[in-house]
Each structure stands twice: as C-alpha cells, then as structure tokens.
C-alpha cells in the first residue's frame, strides 16, 4: 500500500507488486548439443514462419500508426516487442527479426527521416537456458535485447511498457497439472495416463478449467503491460475443427505413446506403476470455440483475427526419427523431474519404434492437426 495524493486530498491507492506465484517450470532442453531444443524445433520452427503473413496483417491492419504517431507509437522512443516462452533460440530470432522489419517498414512508409529504435524483450522461465540465448543472439539484429524472466501467468513488464507482444507454442502449457486428476479419490484421475484422451469427461473438463484460469491470468498480465492499441500475436496447438478427439490428433496420439512407452518400462521393472500413474502433461490444446469464449469472457482484448496456419512440414512424409527426437527435446526436463535421467535413451528407443510401427497412421493424423493463430489488440480504456 502507498499512500498518494490525489485532488489535494490523501487517499490510499494499492500498489500492484508483482509476485510471482509458485507453479511448475519446464524448460525445453537447453544447449545446442543432439538432443537441444535449439537442434529439434523445426516443426516450431514452420509454425513462425507460417504466421509470417499473420504479423504482416496484423501490423499493416490492425496497427493505427497513423492517428497515434505522437502518442502511443511516439517514433522517438523506443518500440517495444516481447516474445512470450521464447525458450534458448534461434526460432524466437526469426520472428522478432520479422517483427522488426514489418513495424519498421510501416513506420519508414509514414517518417521518411526518423529512426526508430526496438527494443526486444526476451522472457522465459527463470530456469530457461537463456545463457544459451544470449551467447546466439544475431549478430546483425536490428534491435536492442534484453531477457525477461518469468512465468507469463503473472506480470513480468511494468505497466503500458510494450506494444507488440508475441507468443509462439508456448500457451498451450499450462501452469500446474489440474489437482484432481492426481487425486485418487477424484472422478478425474487419470490413472494409467500421461493426459486426456478427450473420451473421460471429467479428466477433460478438470484440463480445460485449468486453462481457462491459466489463459485468463496471462491476458490479465497482458492488459496491463501492453499499450492501449497494441497488438499480440498469439500461435498454440489446437484441437481441429468438428467433434474430433483429441486422442484422434497427431499430438495426442505422440502423448499416448509416450505413455505406452513409459508402461513398457514399468513392464520391465524399470520404473513403478505409481510414478506413471502420478504423472501428467500440463498442456492443453484449446480449440478456437474455446479460445474465441475465453477471450471475449475476459474483455480486455478485442479478436481481430483467429484461424488455422498452413504448416509447411505438413507436405512432407512422417519422420519417425526426427519426431522422437523432437519431443525428447521438448519432455526431457519434465520426464527427468518425474523418473530421473537414466531411463531417457531406453524410453525414446522405445518411443521411436512405436512411431515408426504406427507410421501409416501417424502420416495421415499429422496432417489433421490444428496450428492456430490469433491477433488481439488492447482494448483502449
Ligand atoms: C515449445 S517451446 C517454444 C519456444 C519458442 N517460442 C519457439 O517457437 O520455438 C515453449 C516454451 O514456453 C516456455 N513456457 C511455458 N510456460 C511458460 C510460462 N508460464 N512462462 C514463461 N515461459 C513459459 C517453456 O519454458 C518453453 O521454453
């Protein structure tokens, strides 16, 4: 509490402190050895490039640089461009580098002798490998870096402080597995699995509570840090349009097999049947019905645009190795919490083999599932 003085009289306003609160972490793995994030991100990797067209309408249309030149997008100051759960690089380069460009395109086509100057704001959890980051930073970038650590559910800028926010395959991890699914007196215990199915109803809706209270507290976190008028763009996994599974998806059926594959070990006596049953995926994949409530429910941001991405890796065969070694790199943190490091490369042999078994369905499954993009802008109070 601070006291401070308003129309001369004294008055006690709340200040805001940020803390963050305690939830789970799992950052991709770090470095740029065989198994790093940095090595294995190529499917995220076409989802940014996908969603380059996105940015470029989002910036050309929905951006009024014109009527807020002097004010809110003032040239002579810095602009502010943040990337959500940016992880170690180097996918995050490439979409602030687009960032960059199209903003500043935008601004030259208005200020023939004004630069502008970006500052780009890094954030990630606390324990990300931003070592990693920093050490890979593009040497010819256009823009000044900073990292921000931190979860996203709570405020990590001060207020109004940015007006270009970016978050890429990240939002779909949520911030704690829902409690109830690892209550064994709860209807929605998940025993036997790593995640939903979409067929045990209670397990579903204890996930998607749990993200709904999630995405509510990253947009009320963005209300405050983004300008009046200032634009997100948002890319997350999502479940495809109609009445489909999410077991039916690509990515669901990955998670299932990994929770195969974590059974073939308790099988063997590796690990026990208890910690598999403790263990969980905190990820939900929204579906757009869901994201277009959630968003409208929270009133902050206006949806000026929601669809699906056309990811160019859906044109190529299925890749049972460079899949498995793509989603060790993304699990590898959360397993090694749950089972230690020694069982990793007995798992993922076993993983891969399953993929290459299930090849054919794994082709055509893929191709079905849903990159979503949204564009919001702050609502102008
Ligand atoms: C799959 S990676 C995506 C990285 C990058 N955006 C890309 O497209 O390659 C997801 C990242 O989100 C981060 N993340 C997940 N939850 C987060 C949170 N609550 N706050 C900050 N970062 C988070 C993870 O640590 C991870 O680095």
Redesign the pocket.
């Known amino acids: 509490m601070a006291p401070t003085m308003d129309n001369n009289t004294t008055t006690i306003t709340t200040v805001e402190i940020i803390k963050e609160m305690p939830e789970e972490?799992?950052?991709?793995k770090g470095g740029d050895d065989l198994n790093s994030y940095s090595q294995n991100?190529c499917y995220?990797k076409g989802?940014?490039e996908a969603a380059k067209a996105v940015i470029v309408e989002a910036v050309h249309e929905k951006m009024d640089l014109e009527n807020n030149i002097i004010t809110t997008f003032d040239p002579s100051k810095p602009f502010r461009i943040a990337?959500?759960?940016?992880?170690t690089g180097p996918?995050?380069f490439f979409a602030m580098q687009n960032i960059v460009e199209v903003v500043d395109n935008r601004y030259k086509s208005l200020l023939k002798n004004q630069q502008v100057e970006f500052h780009v704001y890094f954030?990630?959890?606390a324990n990300?490998d931003f070592n990693m980051l920093f050490r890979s930073l593009p040497q010819n970038r256009d823009y000044f870096a900073a990292g921000a650590p931190g979860?996203?559910?709570s405020r990590v800028f001060p207020k109004a402080s940015l007006h270009f926010a970016h978050c890429?395959?990240?939002l779909h991890?949520l911030?704690k597995v829902p409690k109830e699914i690892q209550d064994k007196n709860s209807p929605a215990y998940n025993k036997g699995r790593i995640h939903y199915t979409g067929t045990e109803k209670q397990v579903v809706k204890a996930y998607f509570s749990q993200f709904q209270k999630d995405l509510d507290s990253f947009l009320k976190a963005r209300a405050q840090e983004i300008v009046g008028g200032g634009l997100m763009v948002i890319q997350i996994p999502g479940l495809p349009s109609g009445e489909v599974l999410f077991s039916r998806t690509g990515a669901g059926m990955l998670h299932a097999l990994l929770g195969s594959s974590l059974m073939d070990l308790v099988n063997m006596g590796i690990i026990s049947e208890e910690s598999v049953d403790s263990f969980n995926l905190p990820q939900y994949h929204p579906s757009i019905e869901e994201l277009e409530m959630l968003i409208e429910m929270n009133g902050s941001f206006t949806l000026e645009k929601i669809g699906a991405l056309n990811h160019p890796m859906k044109n190529l065969a299925f890749d049972a190795q460079m899949t498995s070694l793509q989603v060790r790199a993304?699990m590898e943190g959360i397993l090694t919490k749950q089972f230690g490091d020694k069982i990793l490369d007995q798992l993922f042999e076993i993983y891969t083999n399953k993929l290459q078994e299930n090849y054919i369905v794994f082709d055509k499954e893929i191709r079905k599932d849903a990159d979503l993009f949204l564009i919001l802008k702050r609502k102008i109070n």
Request: aromatic share 18%; with cysteine; net charge negative.
């Open positions: 972490a799992h950052p991709m991100s995220q989802v940014i990337d959500f759960g940016c992880s996918n995050t954030n990630d959890h990300n979860s996203f559910y890429s395959y990240a991890w911030s993304i």
